[in-house]
């Protein structure tokens, strides 16, 4: 099944996620937080639906990797963008999960300490994942 599609659907659900979380965060500080709550829930279901796609296209790829085509000094910032994205992709599901559940049990001081270092964690993953993805699949000097 021909999946080269979904490249593009994650890179549009990152950005739908980093819009999210901008929202997000500014409702939680214009004091609305039921539409805080119901913003960073629809970020977290956006941001796992990308989780999900992205395995799925993963998969269906005997887990390759696509290969940026640059040499040199474009090349090293490539990698090292890849290198913190991928890292700190790691920690944003324990870390929204733990915002989540100290948000739903009304633990909003422990909530607003986590999400101070959480949420720019979060927003960086999701605006890096587009540009890995522009870099990779519009960019690429190979497919330019």
Do not use: C
């Not at 796609?53 to 005997?62: I, P, T």
């Amino acid at each position: 099944m021909d999946l080269s599609w979904l490249p593009a659907v994650n890179a549009t659900l990152n950005a739908i996620a980093a819009v999210l979380l901008v929202r997000g965060r500014w409702l939680a500080r214009a004091g609305r937080r039921d539409a805080h709550r119901r913003t960073m829930m629809a970020a977290f279901a956006v941001s796992s639906l990308f989780l999900v796609l992205y395995v799925l296209h993963k998969a269906s790829r005997d887990f390759e990797n696509t290969t940026f085509q640059a040499t040199g000094l474009a090349k090293t910032a490539y990698l090292v963008l890849l290198f913190s994205h991928v890292s700190l992709a790691i920690t944003v599901p324990p870390l929204a999960i733990a915002l989540i559940v100290l948000g739903l049990r009304g633990r909003f001081e422990r909530h607003r300490r986590l999400a101070r270092w959480a949420w720019p964690i979060w927003l960086y993953v999701s605006v890096t994942g587009v540009a890995i993805y522009w870099l990779l699949y519009r960019i690429d000097p190979v497919s330019a």
